[in-house]
């Protein structure tokens, strides 16, 4: 696939005003502003952040200007958007302490070095020195029933939840970065659309500039649900091999392709020969691929390999892994119960984990499984193999 | 009527949250705090602005703590109180100067100076400190739905007419000069009900201090709508004597008692003597008697007994007052229309005024009825006196 058009048809949802016009702009001698703006309530990038990084990736590899917007003043605030009641602030330590962490995930993708550095910026330096009078002028730029367009907005009232005042001055807040900025272009997932073509508009209002929007669309996570770290069905970018590897393959059959074509950068023949892979052999050996790609971009091809033998060795075949942890009890411990263990060694995150686990059958020690957890387990060895999940295994050692 | 009667009962249209608390908190020992926010976008005071400042001359008397409150950084602004669309906003200058006038004229109704005198604040000297995280953190208090409740965004919802986001940030201003002056008692109008009912939640919420509200009637003016600058109905206190008491002379009779009320002071016996002449004798008789007694409230009873003396003689008897201003012209000047001559010497003050005033046969040049303003003017004197509706004569001098 040739460049350019990857650049502005692939992983696209819609370019406002038009993809002709940003075409144009591209093709002239300007070096163009693009930014992402990032809200660091996390500290992780997962998969579906990725998407919108390294479409910035892209411009930045065309020579134009990338800025990683830290949205440290809005973070504070919490952004409503996706939420159906405000969410708790907050406070700037946890927002700094996230966006650092966020800065170096996202080195994997863009670069922060070199002649055509990425920028990093965090919105507090223009947000928290507008006063009053400031903050009402940019608010006379908007009506109520503009800000009330909002789905999320409309989908409160019709359910008759309360909608905060502030909350209409985070998109206002949030647009007036591109102001500040003075940004050509902003890249996010569609859920950002509203907040994006505010700061388009109040460009035009207050600089007379046009403003390209990229509205880019969201990947589905492990339950298939939008990928978000409050649903925990994320798949992050420092995920260590084998668990990014395994939650790969945890993976709905039917999202095999869609995240080919938008967590990786896969030539256009190759998709063909996954399209028709798919319809013919096992759906696995088609994921194990989409798995081994994946580490393979954000670790390494050797590592790849490692956590696939695993996976094979442990998931598919059903064997303990070659390195399993040992915990050492006290012979004294003989008569606690299986839930004791389980907890003790953090296997389990849980009592109701370890109640599900074992009801699914997924609780195993020393080969047999265990039904009822609040049972003692009272061995006749001193080294116990326990297994719970898939592929998570330790041995008990009894000294 | 007792003093402290008339305070709680007297030209009130609601107390919040009730007549008993606040008589319960007068009574105490605490020296209250009470204030009356001034929108600066007029200089001058009218009748209607005087009830509430009235009201605080009560409060006064009674050594409570009384501020008049400059709203100059809300004037900025424009409170869209009772407009269907946002106001164009004054620049602080204007705002400033309106202030300085307005002060002198209320110095005629309360007390700025002496032991416990009156205090003047101007609410740009917090309202321009705050920033954005604080703006953020006020509206945090209120929702989108208690904001449109208010009947003005009710009727410009129902209306289809725009409201601007900045209008809602309006009442949490002035709901915020609550705060910071610590007050215990705001007086309005009803049309700032909505206003003060937001001082009182922030009140609540942030210094956890109950505000008395006490919203006054509003008063209707010349053409018997609401008293108001932008309907050219004001009788303002400032006004000189002749012009008051004429203004009073052209109420509707239906207002007289009305007026009574609530623009004097008059002992309750009194009340009942002009309900009684009311039905038995001539109006005119009674509203003489108002128009009077506000003269020589704003005035002096001298000057109240002038101004009577020359509108029976002027109106009532139709002659021409005691002392009749001179514009002399050149003789060159007599073939100019009779329009030229009023427009130039003032006694009208546009083309469209003449002609409504000569279509009502309000237009007399030297004891003649002028029915074509545009027609030519050839008088054979060189004195000739002329007169535009009841009250106004000038002479023309030729020379």
Chains 1, 2 share one sequence.
Do not use: C
């Amino acid at each position: 696939m040739d460049f350019f058009d990857n650049l502005v048809d692939y992983n696209i949802d819609k370019i406002y005003p038009s993809k002709d016009a940003l075409v144009k702009a591209l093709s002239g001698e300007k070096k163009l502003r693009i930014y992402l703006g990032i809200d660091p309530s996390s500290s992780r990038i997962h998969l579906g952040n990725a998407i919108p990084l390294r479409k910035l990736a892209q411009f930045q590899s065309l020579g134009h200007q990338v800025i990683l917007l830290i949205g440290d003043f809005t973070g504070m605030i919490g952004d409503p958007t996706g939420r159906d009641a405000a969410r708790v602030p907050l406070t700037h330590e946890e927002v700094l302490e996230n966006a650092k962490s966020y800065q170096k995930q996202a080195s994997k993708i863009i670069n922060f070095s070199g002649k055509n550095k990425a920028q990093l910026a965090y919105n507090s330096h223009w947000l928290a020195k507008l006063n009053f009078e400031q903050v009402v002028k940019l608010t006379s730029h908007f009506t109520v029933s503009q800000m009330l367009e909002r789905d999320m907005f409309q989908k409160r009232l019709k359910e008759k939840k309360p909608i905060s005042v502030h909350e209409f001055l985070y998109p206002i807040m949030q647009g007036y970065d591109s102001v500040a900025l003075d940004i050509d272009v902003e890249i996010g997932g569609t859920d950002q659309t509203f907040n994006m073509m505010v700061g388009r508009e109040l460009q035009r209002k207050i600089k007379s500039k046009e403003k390209y929007v990229l509205t880019l669309p969201l990947l589905e996570g492990t339950d298939a649900r939008k990928m978000s770290k409050s649903f925990g069905n994320t798949i992050d970018i420092d995920e260590d091999p084998s668990s990014m590897y395994g939650k790969v393959m945890s993976l709905k059959d039917s999202l095999i392709l869609k995240y080919f074509e938008m967590t990786t950068d896969p030539p256009i023949n190759e998709l063909k020969t996954i399209r028709e892979a798919l319809t013919k052999e096992n759906p696995i050996n088609v994921k194990k691929k989409l798995a081994k790609t994946l580490v393979t971009m954000y670790h390494s091809e050797k590592e790849a390999q490692s956590a696939e033998e695993e996976f094979e060795k442990v998931v598919q075949k059903g064997e303990a892994p070659e390195k399993v942890e040992e915990f050492e009890f006290k012979k004294a411990d003989l008569d606690k119960t299986y839930l004791y263990f389980l907890t003790e060694t953090g296997l389990v995150e849980s009592n109701s984990e370890a109640s599900r686990l074992a009801a699914q059958g997924a609780i195993v020690f020393d080969g047999k499984k265990v039904e009822n957890v609040r049972e003692e387990f009272s061995p006749d060895k001193n080294e116990i193999l326990i297994k719970a999940g898939k592929r998570k295994f330790i041995v008990l050692k009894f000294v």
